[in-house]
């Protein structure tokens, strides 16, 4: 499995700790950036991250910000992403389950560094149960298709 990562300073040091702990793991991971905690500006790297899940480039993406939030709105402007800003492990799940996100936002000033690796490890380790949620997925692209050609 290919999984992007991106953050900004406020997501740096949980990025290393999540970038450490999947590629123990065996994931492989391409790193956006950003590299240090010189302060920089989130739409950048969520968008870097966003555009490599959209392409195909990698299957998943993860991005870190302060809160997630910031970082999810812009993954969520690029065409077939669906992000999910998660602060708890059940929401992590359903996320997965039925709706089918294929980038997680996290908050690393919400979540701190165990229950943010807690939170990747289930992300990960869920799959799209399919069924009645595609239907609704599909509903949630017609919405993307009317709006963003
Ligand atoms: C940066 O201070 C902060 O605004 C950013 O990390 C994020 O929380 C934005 O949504």
Redesign the pocket.
Known sequence: MKVALGC????FELKEAIKKYISDKGVEVVDFGTYTTDSVD?PEYGMKVAEAVSKGEVEQGILI???????SYVANKVKGIRCACVSDVFSAEMSKLHNDANVLAL?A?VVGLGLGLKIVETWLGTEFEGGRHQRRVDLITAVEDKYFK
Do not use: A, E, P
Request: hydrophobic share 15%.
């Open positions: 900004d300073h406020g997501g989130y910000c302060g809160t997630g939030l910031g970082m908050g000033r």
